[in-house]
């Protein structure tokens, strides 16, 4: 791939023909999504050694050209998530009973609950 392994940018008119409209984002996942929050833009991606989901923010909304990672790790993994997770979702959110804040937010991934099962964790 000409990205080696990041996230690269296109755009289409038409869904027939594309056009790369920037450099590879340098994500460190082959997998991942984009979610749009109140805050902005944000990428989630599993870390390489699978203990947690990177992120970053979007400086330019809404071009998504220009991206600042998040700390590390963005999102630990939980521990009823085993390992081999892939494909984090858009960021939903949930309210949280007899909580101080309003909602919270969680992002899918699919994964195995450290059994033979595949699941969705949120993270």
Same mark, same amino acid.
């Given at each position: 791939?000409? %990205?080696? *392994?990041g996230?690269? #940018?296109?755009?289409?008119? %038409?869904?027939? #023909?594309? @056009? @790369?409209? =920037? &450099? =590879?984002? #340098?994500?460190? *996942?082959?997998? /991942?999504s984009? /979610?749009?929050t109140?805050e ?5 991606w $599993?870390?390489p050694?699978?203990s =947690?989901?990177?992120?970053? @923010?979007?400086? %330019?909304f ?10 590390k790790?963005?999102? $630990?993994? $939980?521990?009823?998530?085993?390992t &081999?997770?892939r %494909?984090?979702s858009?960021?939903?959110?949930? $309210?949280?009973?007899?909580? =101080? ?16 099962s ?6």
């Amino acid at each position: 791939w000409e %990205d080696l *392994g990041g996230w690269s #940018h296109y755009t289409s008119q %038409d869904l027939v #023909h594309w @056009k @790369k409209a =920037s &450099n =590879s984002s #340098h994500f460190s *996942g082959l997998t /991942g999504s984009i /979610g749009v929050t109140e805050e902005g833009a944000f990428a989630f991606w $599993p870390s390489p050694d699978q203990s =947690s989901i990177l992120s970053a @923010k979007a400086t %330019d909304f809404p071009t998504l050209n220009q991206w600042t990672q998040r700390a590390k790790p963005s999102i $630990p993994r $939980p521990p009823y998530a085993g390992t &081999n997770f892939r %494909d984090p979702s858009r960021p939903i959110s949930f $309210p949280i009973p007899r909580s =101080s804040s309003p909602n919270a937010w969680f992002v899918p991934v699919g994964c195995n609950n450290n059994s033979k099962s595949a699941d969705v964790c949120l993270f």
